[in-house]
């Protein structure tokens, strides 16, 4: 078996196991994940390691709530304790593994967390609930020669949590200036960049975009010639809107990223300055 079949191999194995729970039970919010997350990182530093695998493989315990499980690998990524799949997965090595998008998921984990002792990271995973890739982040851990984690599933964003950001974006402006903002829009890991949801912004006079949450590297490219995947011109109908009447929505149509599929789209759009500056978000 080559390598490339081996990591597709674990892969498969992992998701199955994992999802296995996700498929039967509620999906927890990213604040259960980080009161599971906490709450096991105390358990393990006020009671060690053995006792603390232990109770993380307990199935029927305190540390698997609804889809969420405490998970431990150690450096050389393998698992000392997982509590969707304690008898196919302890054990196992999983250095090599990739998610749903081929990222070294777990030597990511290693890494980031030799930098830092906490660290939260995000990631594709197939939800066997929705069947669909989804992002997933985690929260992570680094106790000695081990990293323990919680993952959760990201929330499917809303018309209001778009509306919210596009919110703090113009806060932003109004704030810091637009140049000041431009820059904070572009940071992938800043703070508007939020699970599928991030702002862009295009020039009204040249139809270039000033910055892209999700792909920085297309500031400074012509956005106003993009088309949706059934034709329509997205952005100049966007550009002519916040020249008009300074802000509404587009819909449309567009592949997301995430899940690889041809999804409806909504976006919210608004003028600021000289500027144009939006977030959109999947109606379905």
Not at 17 to 22: I, M, N, V
Not at 48 to 63: H, I, L, M
Not at 78 to 84: E, I, K, L, S
């Amino acid at each position: 078996m080559n390598k490339t079949t081996l990591r597709s191999s674990l892969a498969g194995l992992l998701m199955l196991a994992a999802s296995t729970l996700a498929s039967a039970a509620e999906h927890a919010t990213p604040r259960e994940a980080r009161a599971l997350f906490d709450q096991a990182v105390k358990y393990l530093q006020a009671n060690g390691p053995e006792k603390a695998w232990a109770a993380f493989n307990n199935k029927k315990g305190p540390f698997v709530k609804k889809d969420l499980y405490v998970y431990v690998i150690d450096l050389q990524g393998t698992y000392v304790a997982n509590g969707a799949a304690p008898d196919s997965l302890v054990g196992l090595k999983v250095l090599d593994s990739v998610d749903a998008a081929g990222n070294p998921l777990f030597r990511q984990m290693i890494a980031v967390t030799d930098k830092q002792q906490e660290a939260r990271i995000r990631y594709v995973w197939l939800n066997r609930q929705s069947n669909h890739v989804e992002p997933k982040f985690a929260w992570l851990h680094r106790e000695g020669e081990h990293i323990l984690g919680v993952g959760y599933y990201a929330p499917r964003s809303t018309a209001d949590d778009a509306k919210k950001l596009l919110d703090a974006a113009s806060a932003q402006v109004k704030k810091q200036g637009m140049a000041k903002a431009l820059a904070s829009f572009n940071d992938p890991r800043g703070p508007f960049v939020r699970d599928d949801l991030y702002v862009f912004a295009i020039n009204l006079a040249s139809g270039k975009f000033e910055a892209h949450g999700m792909n920085p590297k297309w500031t400074g490219t012509n956005a106003s010639d993009l088309h949706d995947v059934e034709g329509h011109p997205l952005v100049k109908d966007m550009l002519e809107l916040a020249k008009s009447k300074g802000e509404g929505t587009v819909d449309y149509v567009w592949r997301n990223p995430v899940t690889n599929s041809v999804e409806k789209k909504r976006t919210f759009i608004r003028r600021e300055n000289g500027s144009l500056i939006g977030v959109g978000f999947y109606t379905e």
